[in-house]
C-alpha cells in the first residue's frame, strides 16, 4: 500500500479579527495601543478549524462549499503562501498552485517575456519553458501579439496567454482556484479538456470551484467544506447533491441572537412576490443601532446557488440608518430581472460608506424561482450560461 | 520529495532552497530591470545619465563653494562617491519598497520571499555596472592628464571590499525595511526621507574626514558607506583611511546585514497575511 501523497492532520488557521483597525496596521496603531488598552477588541476566527484528511496519488478532489467556507484558506495553507496556526502537511510529491492565472504578468513587458516571467514563477526551469514555448505559445493562440507588450492586449488575451502558461506545468501535485472561469465558451472548452488530460495523466489534482458541473465532470471524489471544517467527503454524485439540498436547508428568514457592541443586523424575512420577468424581492429587515456609529445605508448582494455573484441591489445611497440605541426596522423591495429557475442566496451588507463595513451576513437567506422566465431560456440549463435571463426577442427577419 | 509543512517555528537561512529557486533571481532582477527601462528613449543609458547629471551639480556647487575634494579633481570625486551611493540609494528604495510593490504576487504564490529584497539590490548593482564603465573611463582620461595617480593594485583588491560592504549593508537595510513596510506601511514614507538624510551623512558631495573633530569620523563610519566611498578614493587619491574606520564600517554593515536577514525570515511567514 502506498503512502498517501498529502496527508493533512488537524490544521487550523486563526485569524484576529480588529473590529476597530484598518486591514494593515500602522505604527501610530501599534504605538497607541501601547497606551490604551481594551480600545481594540480582538475577536478570533478560525478560517479552517482542525481539518484532517489524507489525498491518494492520482485522486482528483473537487473542494466545494459556500463563500467563507475556508476553501481559499486551505488552498493557500497548502500552497505554502501562509502557514496553519497549528497542525502539520505531510506532501510527498511537488506541489504546483494557480490561486490565480497570470501571477506576475506585467503590462509592460511583452508576450514572449511574460511566458518566461509567469512560467518561472509558478516554478518551471527555464529550460522547460523553452522547450514548451511553442506549444504554449500554439495553445494560447496569440503567436502574432507575442512581441507586443501585454498592456496592448484584450484583458480576453491575456487570460488565454496566462491559462496556457499554467497548462503546461507538470507538478506531481496540481492545485487550482476558480481559474477556468476565463475566456470565451471556446477556450474554456479548450481548457476544460487539457484539465480533463492532466487527470487522466495520473497526476493529483485538488481543485475548487463554485462551478459544480465543472467539479463533477473533473473531480470523481468531493469533499465539502462548512465553516471551515469538512462537513462531508465522498463521491461527486453524492456530495454534490447533498450540498445543493442541504446549503443550510432552506431559510427565507433568518434571525440573530449575539450581542454585538457595533451595528447589526438582527431579523431579515424575504418573500418574492409577481410574475417572471416582473418579480420583486421584498426585504423585511430589523437592524440594531449604536449611539456612536456613523449613518449607515445597505446592500443586498443576489448570489446563485454556487455562489456565484449575480449582482447587488442598493436601495439608497443616501445613508438612511441613523444613529440611535435602538432596533429599527425597515422594508425594501427588489426588483429582479428574469432568472432562471432555482435557489439563490441573499447577503445582507450595512455600513457608513462602501470601504467601511458594520455588518455582513453572507448567504443568509434564500429564496427560490419556480417558474420559468416569460422569454427566453427555460429550465434546465447550463449554470455556465448565467443565470439571468434578459429579455429578447427578433424585431427584424 | 517529501516535506512538511507547519507552522512557523524554526528559523533557518534556506540557502538550498534558494538554490533551488535560483532561476527565479535572474527573472525578478531582469524584469525589475527591463520595466525601468521600458519606454524610455535613452533606456540603459539612463543608469549612467542619473550619476553624470548628479556630477556636474555636485562638481558645480562644489567649485562655487570652494568645498575641499582631497585633491580630486572635482568631478572624479563625486563621481567615485555617487557610484557606491546609487547602489545604496536606488537598492534601498526598490528593497524597502519590493515586498509591497510584489504584494499581489506573494498572495497568490510560494517561492522563498528573499528572493525579492535579493533581486532588488542586484538591481542596482546592474546600474552599478553600467555607471562603472564610465567611471573607467573617467579615471583613464584623468590618468593621461596626470591629474591623479592610481595604485592600480590595491584599486582591484579595494573596489570589491568597498562593493561587499555597500552592497550587505543595502541588502540588510533593505530587507529590514521591507518586512517592516508590509506591517507598518509607515516605512513607505520613512523611506526616501532615510535616503536625502544619509546622503548628507556620506561623503559624496563633500569630504566629511575634513571636519574638525578626528573622533567624529568614527561615529561617521557608522555609516558603511563612509568608508566604502573613502576607501574607494584612497587608492587614487593621496588621502588615507585607517584601518579601524573600515572595521567600524564592516561591522556596521555585517550587523544591519545580519539583522536585516533575521527579521525578514522571522516575519515573512505572515507577509500573505499582511500584505
Redesign the interface.
Known sequence: MMKPILEIKNISKK?RIQHDAQP?????D?LSSVFKRDKVTNEEFYAIKDLSFNVEAGQSIGIIGKNGAGKSTLL???????????????????IA?L??VG??F?P??TGR?NI??NG????M??KEIQSKFDEIVDFSGIEKFLDT?LKHYSSGMQLRLAFSVAAFLEPEIMIIDEVLAVGDAEFQKKCLGKMDDVSKSGRTILFVSHDLDVVKSLCSNVILLQDGEMKMRGDADTVIPHYLSSGGAKRSNWESNKVLKTPHFTKLDISVKGSQPLLKLIVYFCVKTTDDMAPSFVAFDILAKTGAPLGQAIPSLQPFIQPSDSQQQYFAEIDLPGLVPGDYYLSPWMGPHFSETYDWQRECVEFTIVDTPQNGRIYPHAPHAGFFVPNSRIIEA | ????????EKLSLGIKELWQYR??FF?FTW?DI??KY??TVLGFAWAVLQPIIMMLIFSAVGQAFNIPNEGLPRPLFSYSGLLLWNIFSSGLANAGNSMVTNA????????PRLIIPISAVLGSLFDFVMAFVVFIGMLVYYLLRGEVHINLLSFILVLPISLFITSIATFGLGSLLASLNI?????RYVIPFMISALLFLTPVMYPISGSHFQWAKYIFALNPLYSAIELLRSTFSNSTLHIYLVLISLCSSVILFVSGLYYFRKTE??F???A
Open positions: 485569524f494593515y496596521l500602522s505604527l501610530r501599534s493557500k495553507i497548502l500552497s505554502k503562501i501562509t502557514p496553519p496556526s497549528s497542525g502539520s502537511i505531510i506532501s510527498r510529491g511537488n498552485s490561486l490565480e501571477t506576475g506585467h509592460e513587458l517575456e518566461f516571467l518561472s514563477i509558478l516554478g526551469k527555464r507588450p | 520529495m517529501e516535506y512538511e509543512i507547519k507552522p512557523h532561476e527565479l527573472f524584469r527591463k520595466v521600458k519606454q499581489n504576487i506573494i498572495k497568490k504564490i510560494y517561492f506591517k507598518y506601511r509607515d516605512f511567514a505572515y500573505a497575511d499582511l
